[in-house]
């Protein structure tokens, strides 16, 4: 199975890098709110599920895959909002 690194790549992080390459969005959240940069410390949390997937798990392993998915995007939704609310 052919992986490209952008596969590889959270989708919260995806959004991230796609919306700072667009001018004149909301984007540009990094350089606008440099607190925004907090989420970064939810990449360890990427990980486990990562090396999960990579490893060719099927089925039932699936399952704890989704929970630490969830996990991640729980720590990203709070970091994210810690750094909005600390540039306010």
Known sequence: ?????W???PVPFRINILMDACPGTVGHLTFA????????LTLPFAGPPLRTVRGGATGPALITVLGQISRLQIAFGIAFTIGLALHA
């Open 1 to 5: 199975m052919f992986w490209s690194a």
């Open 7 to 9: 596969q590889l790549i």
């Open 33 to 40: 709110r440099p607190y925004t940069l907090l989420t970064l």
